[in-house]
């Protein structure tokens, strides 16, 4: 697995300044084949990553053609582009969701990168269609720019996010 201790750090400096939940975050590394892993849950007290699993990226084939979407990521925060979004988000209420477990949560991007993630409505949800467990190298399917995870990890997630009275951090990095 690649050093992420760089972003561990900066994200728990993140989480004290602005009052985010200090005990967790979730990483979404999009430079990682979509077959493997890429989506983690970092415990701050342990120093390690508590969980992963794989998570889809957007198709961003709405504006040109996107030969490679399977392939390579490419970021655009336009309305109706389809593609993936970087930086850092807060991840917001808990709502109801017409895909998978049909629970979404609303994310609110932090930086110019992802601004546009409410209006978008780029929501961290579940899918029937994404695997619990590496399909290497085969790819995950791709979504509208939404960071979709199978059913069963999403009611991980769900438990962690619906018990914690602080905003939770989710970063997603290339």
Partial sequence: MKDYNAFHKEALAFCKENKFDESYYFLVDLSLHSGKSRFFIYDFD????????????????????????????????????????????????????????KTKYWLHGLEETNETAV?????????????????????????????AVSNEFMYKLDDKLKNTEKPVLLWIIE
């Fill in 46 to 101: 342990a120093e390690k990553v508590i969980d992963k699993n794989l998570v889809t990226h957007g198709s961003c084939d709405q504006f040109e053609d996107n030969l490679h979407k399977w392939q390579n990521v490419k970021f655009d925060s336009r309305v109706n582009s389809h593609c993936s979004m970087k930086g850092k988000y807060k991840i917001g209420d808990r709502d109801v969701s017409s895909w998978g477990i």
């Fill in 119 to 147: 209006k978008r409505v780029v929501v961290l949800h579940s899918w029937n269609a994404v695997k619990n467990k590496e399909i290497y190298p085969r790819y995950s399917p791709l979504s509208w720019g939404c960071p």
